[in-house]
């Protein structure tokens, strides 16, 4: 059978230089391919397709099914795609991804065949097989679909040894593209995004935790091939683990960086932690073996705040975790929310403190969103609180429910922020030496932005302009997406 897999495109949404290989569709067509199934892999989203194009290419290549990954917040682009797609063609349509979360209604929203919940490897398989040798699909684990108009939600299983699962390769995506790009006239290698584990044991109300309560370690000795197939065959050797908390297991942090070290393996790697998942002698580790910086979840400055969100973390900690990183010389980055439900501006204050004297690098910040399927969506609906049903408004710096704190307060505070953040990067970055300049004019993007501000600004020391400051701080706010990565780049600029 053949197969495509797809990310729906982004449209207008951005015009950013750097982006992150799918390992969505990268797993599952790895997969598919072990089974014997030709797949192609249409990242639309990454490599900035339009809805047209990527249609045009599904009906050229005529496959038997096409899967789309979804987010919530990309919501309206799969669902223009699927539109258009049905228009000239009919197979059947399925879609996976945390997008799912909204619920079996998604069938109809969408119009499509198939829902997948949950890890897709095994499940897309079956559901191909049962296409095929057109069986029912009872068995097919995970399985949203309709029988006689009636919807039925097969239960969904979690993948115990993720050691079988192979890792992505992404064969039919054009790598160049994901790992290189200019930058400064320089080439900036972009990071290589791998993920060793799945689900999380925390219970954070504003998380969809995806892939469930109950983790699953791939062991050290699985990453490592993983590792080494980049650095050997593909000539990269920057690395960003996106598990959501990679220091789970001390012991396991500490056989992959002792076996990164034992297999001389140079590479630079960044990973997420969270504050009582780590410990000195495991940052120091991390260090020796290349990790440049760690992503810190902290969320909110006040206590009874951190409660309610049910994050399982002490201020006290977080103030401990960054100091001792800092005095590591590792980088941090941490993120916080603003206008979580019942927060008051005191609390909202307590935050603001926290972040102007924690050793931070970096932040990243967000308004509270009850994203469908976490459990401050069900809080919230219990009393009855609105929230809108434009999941495109989820995506940035936006007001989704009727909150306790005004929009335009949280948006003010957001942007005050990154303008804060703005003015520490630029100095930082001009403490360093000055960059040749490339910018091509009428080039829109953020880092031909930063590019223009840096390059065009007299060398005077590290003084940085309000003007610079509100420019730069006005591009990180709008770029919040894929904010992110951007801020791996910069920490790259700036950690070497
Ligand atoms: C890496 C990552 C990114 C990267 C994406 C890189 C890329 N090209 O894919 C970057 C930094 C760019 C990013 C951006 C965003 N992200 Co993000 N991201 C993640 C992260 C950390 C890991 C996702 C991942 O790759 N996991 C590994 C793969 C193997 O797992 P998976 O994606 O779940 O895929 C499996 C199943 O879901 C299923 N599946 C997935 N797709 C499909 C398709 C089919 C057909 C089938 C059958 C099955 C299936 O099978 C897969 C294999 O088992 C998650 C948090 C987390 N720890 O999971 C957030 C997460 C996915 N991101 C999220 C969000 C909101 C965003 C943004 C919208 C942020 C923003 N505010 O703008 C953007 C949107 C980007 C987009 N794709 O459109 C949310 C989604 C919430 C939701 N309910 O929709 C998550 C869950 C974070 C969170 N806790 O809130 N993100
Ligand atoms: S926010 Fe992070 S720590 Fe909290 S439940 Fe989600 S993945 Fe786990």
Same mark, same amino acid.
């Given at each position: ?21 799918? #390992?969505?569709?990268?797993? #599952? ?9 030709q797949v192609i892999t249409l990242d639309a989203y990454g490599l900035k397709m339009s809805n047209n194009e990527l249609v045009s290419k599904i009906i050229k290549e005529n496959p038997d099914l096409v899967g789309f990954s979804g987010v919530i917040p990309r919501f309206q682009y799969l669902k ?75 239960? =969904?299983?979690?993948?115990? &040894? ?9 064969? =039919? ?30 219970? =954070? ?29 593909? &000539? ?9 908390t990679f220091t789970l297991n001390k012991q396991r942090v500490m056989e992959f960086c002792d076996l990164i070290a034992d297999k001389k393996v140079d590479i630079k790697w960044t990973c997420q932690s969270r504050v009582n998942t780590i410990d000195k002698q495991m940052v120091k580790k991390m260090k020796e073996t290349g990790c440049k910086l760690i992503y810190y979840g902290v969320e909110s400055g006040s206590q009874r705040v951190l409660d309610y969100l049910k994050k399982g973390i002490t201020i006290e900690k977080v103030k401990d975790v960054f100091e001792m990183t800092r005095k590591q ?60 049903? &434009? ?106």
């Amino acid at each position: 059978m053949k197969v495509i897999l797809a990310t729906p495109p982004q449209e207008n949404d951005h015009t950013n230089d750097a982006i992150q290989l799918p #390992l969505n569709i990268g797993y #599952l067509s790895e997969y598919l391919k072990q089974k014997g199934v030709q797949v192609i892999t249409l990242d639309a989203y990454g490599l900035k397709m339009s809805n047209n194009e990527l249609v045009s290419k599904i009906i050229k290549e005529n496959p038997d099914l096409v899967g789309f990954s979804g987010v919530i917040p990309r919501f309206q682009y799969l669902k223009s795609t699927v539109d258009n797609l049905r228009k000239k063609w009919s197979k059947p349509i399925v879609v996976g991804g945390p997008i799912v979360m909204i619920g079996p209604s998604l069938l109809d929203k969408l119009n499509v065949d198939y829902l997948i919940r949950g890890e897709g490897e095994y499940s897309l398989y079956d559901l191909l097989l049962s296409i095929k040798e057109n069986k029912g699909f009872e068995k097919v684990k995970g399985l949203i679909y309709k029988k006689n108009g009636q919807i039925v939600e097969n239960l =969904c299983e979690r993948i115990n &040894d993720l050691n079988i699962i192979p890792f992505p390769k992404y064969e =039919c995506l054009p790598l160049e593209q994901y790992t290189k790009f200019k930058l400064f006239n320089k080439t900036i290698v972009n990071p290589v995004t791998i993920i060793t584990s799945r689900g999380c044991p925390a219970h =954070c109300i504003f998380c969809c935790r995806y892939h469930g309560n109950l983790v699953r370690l791939r062991t050290a000795e699985h990453i490592i091939p993983e590792i080494e197939y980049w650095v050997k065959e593909k &000539d990269c050797n920057e690395f960003n683990i996106c598990d959501s908390t990679f220091t789970l297991n001390k012991q396991r942090v500490m056989e992959f960086c002792d076996l990164i070290a034992d297999k001389k393996v140079d590479i630079k790697w960044t990973c997420q932690s969270r504050v009582n998942t780590i410990d000195k002698q495991m940052v120091k580790k991390m260090k020796e073996t290349g990790c440049k910086l760690i992503y810190y979840g902290v969320e909110s400055g006040s206590q009874r705040v951190l409660d309610y969100l049910k994050k399982g973390i002490t201020i006290e900690k977080v103030k401990d975790v960054f100091e001792m990183t800092r005095k590591q010389g590792m980088g941090t980055l941490g993120s916080f929310i603003v206008g979580t439900p019942t927060e008051t501006k005191k609390e909202l204050k307590e935050t603001l403190s926290l972040v102007k004297t924690l050793p931070i690098d970096f932040y990243l910040f967000s308004i509270f969103k009850p994203y469908p399927g976490t459990e401050a969506f069900e809080i919230l609906k219990s009393k009855n609180v609105k929230i809108t049903e &434009d999941y495109t408004l989820f995506g940035g710096h936006n007001m989704v429910f009727d909150g306790s704190l005004p929009e335009e307060y949280l948006k003010n505070i957001v942007k005050e922020l990154y303008y804060i953040q703005a003015k520490k990067v630029l100095q930082k970055l001009k403490t360093m030496p000055k960059f040749s300049s490339t910018t091509n004019a009428g080039r829109v993007s953020w880092f031909g932005a930063l590019e223009t501000y840096i390059n065009t600004v007299p060398d005077a020391g590290i003084t940085v302009t309000e003007k610079e400051i509100c420019e730069f701080g006005g591009n990180i706010y709008r770029w919040n997406n894929t904010y992110f990565i951007y801020l791996e780049i910069l920490s790259k600029l700036i950690f070497g």
